[in-house]
């Protein structure tokens, strides 16, 4: 039979195994967005593309007017044979204190990032909240052709927990559904 302290011991050396368990299964040092497209946006229209083209963005939530620099930003295409994207951060570019945006868009070739990501920046709230309210017109004033597919914000223990976000809703007439698990 056991005494208290050797089963002190194995729970103490259990508990360890499990948490380096759960720590070498989460990778560890990165978190990961795996972004499934489960219907297109731009699949059924005869004068559609038949591809999504996607920007990922993720931006940290510090409470300054102005968004910094876009933790994330990732072109991603995804079609009928290419509905998976991955992208991953390090852990080490989180901060415990700060929530994290993460913007999906359906984009146009009609700009750069050097005229994308300031706009977001500068801009969040107001974008943030026409998105909310679904005003179209106000989200079109400050992102011109490309379309707003989903936009969420996270909080520290939300973006490193295994989440999943669903987008979905209706653009140019077409439904879209966006799944992206967060790894």
Do not use: W
Not at 33 to 44: G, Q
Not at 55 to 66: K, M, P
Not at 128 to 140: C, E, G, H, I, R
């Amino acid at each position: 039979m056991l005494s208290l302290k050797e089963i002190r011991l194995l729970l103490i050396l259990l508990s360890y195994c499990v948490s380096v368990h759960a720590f070498s299964q989460r990778g560890s040092d990165s978190v990961q967005f795996v972004i499934f497209a489960d219907n297109l946006s731009e699949d059924k229209n005869l004068l559609a593309t038949k591809n999504d083209e996607i920007i990922f963005q993720l931006y940290a939530v510090s409470g300054a007017e102005i968004l910094d620099e876009p933790l994330l930003y990732q072109v991603m295409f995804f079609d009928l044979e290419h509905r998976t994207n991955r992208v991953a951060i390090p852990m080490n570019k989180l901060d415990t204190t700060y929530s994290y945006f993460i913007y999906m868009i359906e984009y146009e070739y009609d700009k750069s990032y050097e005229q994308r990501a300031p706009v977001y920046r500068i801009y969040h709230e107001q974008i943030n909240a026409a998105f909310n309210q679904s005003a179209v017109t106000t989200l079109k004033k400050y992102l011109g052709s490309d379309d707003l597919l989903g936009m969420q914000e996270l909080a520290y223990e939300e973006l490193v927990a295994k989440t999943k976000i669903e987008f979905e809703g209706f653009q140019n007439l077409e439904k879209f559904k966006y799944i992206i698990h967060i790894e």
